[in-house]
Structures are given as structure tokens and as C-alpha cells.
């Protein structure tokens, strides 16, 4: 189990990966090449073994479910402390990237700035899966409760075996009377990455490939 879960959630402090960001609510550290740097294999071992002490057999919550139980009570009492100072009755204009995806000139390949209403949910936002502990969050608070000000930034992760990682960034706070209320695209350049691309560097082969290829193989 990793050695996190051993903390005390309530004064738990997440780690930073790397690059400077906090994923996955900063539990597991990440390596040089941004994957989780723990031993599934040995987790899958320790839940076989267990199984019959905890939940269902036993009802005895797993320990790291535990642990995420409370962390996620903690959240839930910082959010609700926030104010808001009417950001939820905003319009504002977020810069969205895929992450560790450069051209040549070391500039984002897929990125676009996006209008939209501080005040919906996350989990409207972002319509992409989402673990069950963000899913209890992101369908009680909203866009505005993640920054405060024009340069925040903050980071969406989707699908946890791909990984696409994102960074937003909050470009522009519109004034209350300018509230638009739709979502509108402004500028942008690329497009997603399809289905079951296999995670990032699989995609970044599969654009080589593409890059070189004649029209007809393209199409």
C-alpha cells in the first residue's frame, strides 16, 4: 500500500509531481515520464489477499478507503468556505491544452480558448470519466470554486489508462452584466486524439507516422 495511506488524512499535504502539479489529489508520486510511480501488481496481490477482511465479508472499509473518506469530508469543508464573490454568476475565458504534446517550436499542439459560465459544475465541464471520490465533488461545486483570479491554473486529467493530462488556464473574467451563459468556442488549433490511442506516446508515433504518410495512406 502506498506509504501515503499511512498519513494522517487530516493533515495530509499533497505531493507535487515533477512538473510542479498535484494529480490524482497528490497521493501517488509521479516519475520523470508522469505515470504513477507505485507497484500495481503488488496492490493487486494485497487486494487479493485481503479481500475477505474488509467491505463486503468483513464490513470494514479498506484503509485507503478510509483514509480517501476523510480527505474527501476535508475538501468538502474547504470548498464550503470559499467565497465565491459572485465568480459563479460569471462568464470567463479558459485556455485549455493537452499537456506534454509540443511542435517543433516547443508550443502546445491542441489547445483552445473556450467561453463558458464560472458557474457550472465540474462535472458538467467536463463530461469525461471520472473516478467515484472527484464524481461526489464535481456534482456539488462548480468551475468558480477551482480559481480566483485572471492566470490560475489548474489541470484535468482524462481517462486513467491513457491519461490525457490538460492544463486550463483562466484568461479572462468577464463583469456579471456581460454573462453570456452558452458555451462558445473562440480559437483553437488541433484536434482530440481519437478513442483507445494507448496514451501519449503512442499518439505522438502515430502523428509521425501520419506526418509521413502520402494522402492516400492518410485517408
Same mark, same amino acid.
Given at each position: 500500500m502506498p506509504e501515503t495511506f499511512f498519513e494522517d488524512p487530516r493533515t495530509f499535504k499533497p505531493k507535487l509531481?515533477?512538473?510542479?502539479?498535484?494529480?490524482?489529489?497528490?497521493?501517488?508520486? /509521479?516519475?520523470?515520464?508522469?505515470?504513477?510511480?507505485?507497484?500495481?501488481? +503488488?496492490? *493487486?496481490?494485497?487486494?487479493m489477499?485481503?479481500?475477505f477482511s /474488509?467491505?463486503?465479508?468483513?464490513?470494514?472499509?479498506?484503509?485507503?478507503? +478510509?483514509? *480517501?473518506?476523510?480527505l474527501k469530508d476535508?475538501?468538502?469543508?474547504?470548498?464550503?468556505?470559499?467565497?465565491?464573490?459572485d465568480l459563479d454568476k460569471k462568464d470567463i475565458v479558459i485556455k485549455i491544452h493537452l499537456k506534454f504534446l509540443q511542435d517543433a517550436n516547443g508550443d502546445p499542439c491542441i489547445w483552445h480558448w473556450v467561453r463558458l459560465s464560472a458557474g457550472y459544475e465540474i462535472s458538467t465541464a467536463t463530461r469525461s470519466q471520472i473516478s467515484e471520490?472527484?464524481?461526489y465533488l464535481a456534482l456539488r461545486y462548480m468551475l468558480a470554486h477551482l480559481f480566483s483570479k485572471v492566470g490560475n491554473t489548474f489541470a484535468?486529467?482524462?481517462d486513467y489508462g491513457d491519461k490525457?493530462?490538460?492544463?486550463?488556464?483562466?484568461e479572462k473574467i468577464f463583469p456579471v452584466k456581460e454573462l453570456y451563459g452558452h458555451v462558445q468556442i473562440?480559437?483553437?488549433?488541433?484536434?482530440?486524439?481519437g478513442e483507445n490511442m494507448r496514451g501519449l506516446y503512442q499518439y505522438q508515433n502515430f502523428l509521425k507516422a501520419y506526418n509521413t504518410d502520402s494522402y492516400t495512406e492518410q485517408y
Open positions: 509531481g515533477l512538473h510542479g502539479q498535484i494529480q490524482t489529489w497528490g497521493i501517488f508520486p /509521479y516519475n520523470e515520464d508522469n505515470i504513477w510511480d507505485f507497484d500495481g501488481i +503488488q496492490m *493487486m496481490y494485497r487486494t489477499a485481503h479481500q /474488509y467491505d463486503n465479508h468483513s464490513g470494514t472499509p479498506w484503509p485507503e478507503n +478510509q483514509f *480517501m473518506n476523510v476535508c475538501k468538502c469543508e474547504q470548498l464550503s468556505k470559499i467565497d465565491l464573490a471520490m472527484a464524481l484535468h486529467l482524462y490525457w493530462h490538460h492544463e486550463i488556464e483562466i473562440l480559437n483553437g488549433k488541433g484536434m482530440c486524439p
